[in-house]
């Protein structure tokens, strides 16, 4: 089980410069990888989501390339400054000054900045950097994937707690949902002698109100359900499934479902702060589940 919080950073040495892979990753319910385009190179945006593929599948990924260059390394641009047609230019902006008897000087900082004067091109091409680029977000990625397992562990430390919290909540609600039926036989007893003062209560009318009550509040389904629902979770988080937390969600799902109905029937005060307590552990793990991958 791995979360989708993560973060995996590696270089790779290039002559070009030392090539750097920075990954993010945060919650989403697929799989998004958003990456800024090195050097402008659109293309490599595509390989860059081509290293993910098997290894990430949900989240939203970030991924930055950057590179760490010292002036012994190649350059990656070079600029060539068009020296014709500079002397071109100049030549027809002295003919026209002459002939309409305009002054003034044309300075470095306005002849630059003409289009076609100075000219920027790429030294290298994707095909050069991409070998480069690709070492070092494999390397990131296998970083990645590594952190987000450790924080997977200790989510399934987390949940393991919490179920066996849900496990002794249920087994107590199936022990109060017992004793509530011989407390309202009890107290149906106590009430109708009350009401005829010292008689004999009748021992059929209080059996049979005794009965409606039970079917009435019974939880026994309930409990069974809930506690399978239990066990079915912590299958999930042992197995190797992809995309675990979906799963996880819909159990969880069942489980407050369950929770809700037990609620909706109990007549007894202790079953009801379990039940609280029951819904208030589900909730939590449900926030949980929405970072598992």
């Given amino acids: 089980m791995h979360s989708m919080t993560g973060f995996g950073k590696a270089s790779e040495k290039s002559p070009y ?3 750097v892979a920075e990954i993010k990753t945060l919650n989403h319910k697929s799989l998004s990888v958003a990456c800024s385009p090195y050097n402008g190179f659109f293309l490599l945006e595509e390989k860059i989501k081509g290293v993910f593929e098997g290894k990430v599948h949900r989240g939203k990924v970030f991924v930055r390339i950057t590179r760490e260059s010292k002036g012994e390394h190649k350059p990656l641009k070079h600029t060539e400054i068009n020296k014709t047609a500079a002397r071109e230019f100049l030549k027809q902006v002295k003919s026209i000054q002459k002939s309409l008897g305009i002054g003034g000087e044309i300075g470095i900082k306005e002849l630059i900045a003409l289009p076609g004067i100075v000219d920027t091109a790429s030294e290298e091409s994707e095909d050069k950097v991409w070998p480069y680029i690709e070492k070092a977000l494999t390397r ?15 989510l399934t430390k987390d949940f393991q707690q919490r179920l066996l919290r849900l496990k002794k909540l249920n087994g107590q609600i199936a022990k109060y949902s017992a004793d509530s039926a011989e407390q309202f036989r009890k107290k149906l007893k106590a009430t109708i002698t009350q009401i005829k003062k010292g008689m004999e209560a009748d021992k059929g009318r ?13 939880v026994t389904e309930e409990v069974i359900r ?21 799963k996880l969600d819909f159990i969880a799902q069942e489980m407050q479902r369950e929770a809700n109905t037990i609620g909706s029937k109990s007549a007894d005060i202790r079953m009801s702060r379990a039940v609280i307590e029951i819904k208030s552990e589900i909730e939590k793990m449900r926030e949980q589940i929405k970072n598992i991958e």
């Fill in 206 to 218: 209080i059996e049979s109100e005794v009965a409606l009550f039970a079917r009435n509040t019974d």
């Fill in 140 to 154: 990131a990625v296998d970083r990645l994937v590594r952190f987000r397992k450790a924080e997977g562990k200790r």
């Fill in 226 to 246: 809930l506690g399978g629902h239990i066990i079915a979770y912590l299958e999930a988080m042992r197995s190797e499934e992809e995309e675990a937390g979906k």
């Fill in 17 to 19: 410069g030392k090539m």
